[in-house]
C-alpha cells in the first residue's frame, strides 16, 4: 500500500497517510487529535496550512474556507489527500483520540420507518462497533460522490451494529439512495468514529436539545447517561423539536432507560402547529422552550445539541451569549 509521511511542522514526529486517505482522516487514525467538527469540509474548523508537499482536493469549492482564507493559503484537512510527503501546520486539540476511526463494510439489516420522512437505518460490521455516545460516522453510499456523516442513536457493543436516525431530504442523492434503493443485505462503507460532542462522564446533570433526525445522537447521549455508574445520581432533560406534530417521534429507548436515571424529562417542542396543542407539547422555538422551561436554573448543566445549524446556532447564543453558561458546557458538532 503507498503511504505519504505527513510531519507537522515544529513536531518531532510525523504520521503515514494512505494513498486516498484525508490529512485529517490519517491523524485521527494515528491517535493524533486534529481539530475538526463536521469532516465533511463545511465547517472551517479543520484550516490548516500546507507547508511544504502536494495534495489532491477532493472538494474545491467547499463552504468551510472563505476568500480570505484562500487567499492565506489556508486549506481543510478534511478535503486534502496527500499526494507526496507533506509538512502541515495545524491545531490540535491537546489530547489524545479516544476510538480511532476505521472503515469497514457494513450491511444493512433493517429500517425502520418512524416518521413521513424518517427512519431508523440498522447495519452491522463484521468488527465491534467502538464509539462515543453522540458521535458519528461517514457513510459512502453507491452513486453519491462524497461520504455523508449520520449520528449513531444506539451504544457501542461487540456485535458490530449501527444504528442511525436518518431524514429524507427532498432532492438529497444520499437520502435519495438510503430511503429508494438500498435494500436489506446491501453492503457500503462506513468510516467511523467521529466528533467532539460525545457524553462526558462526569456528567451529571445533563440537557439534550435536538431537532429533526437529531434525535438520533441525543439518544444516544442519554442512553450513555444510563450506563454510567451511579445513574441514578444522573439526570437528563430532552428538547426536541420539529416544524409540526407529524415530524416528531419517540423512540421506545427513552422509557427503557427512564427507570435507570434519577430523572428524564421529555419536551417536544413544534414550531408550526398543525392543528390543536395536545398537553405536553410545546410550540414555538426549540431553545425558546429550553429558555422557558428552565428559566435561570441553567447553572450546573452540560448541554448537549444537534440538529439544523439555525437551531444549534440559536442555542449557542442563548446559552453563551444571553445567559453565561460557560462555552466548555455545550457540545455540538457543527453541520452546514
Not at 460490521?125 to 455523508?148: C, K, S
Not at 441514578?232 to 420539529?242: D, I, Q, T
Not at 398543525?274 to 410550540?283: F, K, M, N, S, Y
Request: charged residues 20%.
Amino acid at each position: 500500500m503507498v503511504e505519504h509521511l505527513v510531519s507537522r511542522d515544529g513536531a518531532d514526529e510525523g504520521y503515514p497517510c494512505a494513498a486516498g486517505a484525508t490529512v485529517l482522516g490519517a491523524a485521527l487514525r494515528a491517535g493524533l487529535g486534529l481539530a475538526y467538527e463536521c469532516n465533511s469540509g463545511s465547517c472551517g474548523s479543520c484550516r490548516y496550512q500546507l507547508v511544504s508537499g502536494e495534495v489532491r482536493n477532493r472538494r474545491p469549492g467547499a463552504p468551510g474556507l472563505t476568500a480570505r482564507d484562500r487567499r492565506r493559503g489556508r486549506r481543510l484537512a478534511c478535503q486534502d489527500e496527500p499526494v507526496s510527503a507533506c509538512t502541515v501546520r495545524a491545531a490540535t486539540t491537546g489530547g489524545p483520540v479516544g476510538h480511532r476511526p476505521g472503515r469497514h463494510r457494513a450491511e444493512l439489516q433493517v429500517v425502520h420507518q418512524l416518521t413521513h420522512d424518517m427512519a431508523e437505518f440498522v447495519f452491522l460490521t463484521d468488527h465491534p462497533a467502538r464509539f462515543r455516545p453522540g458521535q458519528y460516522a461517514m457513510l459512502e453510499l453507491p452513486g453519491v460522490t462524497g461520504e455523508r456523516a449520520y449520528s449513531m442513536c444506539n451504544l457501542a457493543n461487540p456485535c458490530g451494529e449501527w444504528r442511525f436516525v436518518i431524514k429524507r431530504v427532498p432532492g438529497g442523492a444520499a437520502t435519495e439512495v438510503l430511503f429508494d434503493k438500498l435494500n436489506p443485505g446491501d453492503r457500503i462503507a462506513l468510516d467511523g468514529p467521529f466528533g467532539h460532542a460525545f457524553l462526558r462522564e462526569d456528567d451529571h446533570r445533563i440537557v439534550c436539545v435536538a431537532g429533526g433526525s437529531g434525535l438520533g445522537a441525543m439518544l444516544g447521549v442519554v442512553s450513555g447517561l444510563a450506563a454510567l455508574p451511579r445513574p441514578l445520581s444522573r439526570s437528563a432533560h430532552v428538547f426536541y423539536g420539529g416544524r409540526t406534530g407529524r415530524d416528531l417521534c419517540r423512540l421506545p429507548v427513552l422509557d427503557r432507560v427512564a427507570d435507570r436515571l434519577g430523572e428524564l424529562r421529555f419536551t417536544p417542542v413544534v414550531s408550526e402547529p398543525d392543528a390543536p396543542v395536545p398537553p405536553g407539547l410545546r410550540t414555538g422555538y426549540v431553545h425558546d422552550a429550553v429558555a422557558a422551561e428552565l428559566g435561570n436554573d441553567l447553572g450546573g448543566r452540560t448541554f448537549y445539541a444537534a440538529g439544523p445549524p439555525v437551531m444549534t446556532e440559536a442555542l449557542a447564543r442563548l446559552l453563551v451569549l444571553d445567559s453565561g453558561v460557560p462555552a466548555d458546557r455545550l457540545h455540538y458538532d457543527r453541520f452546514l
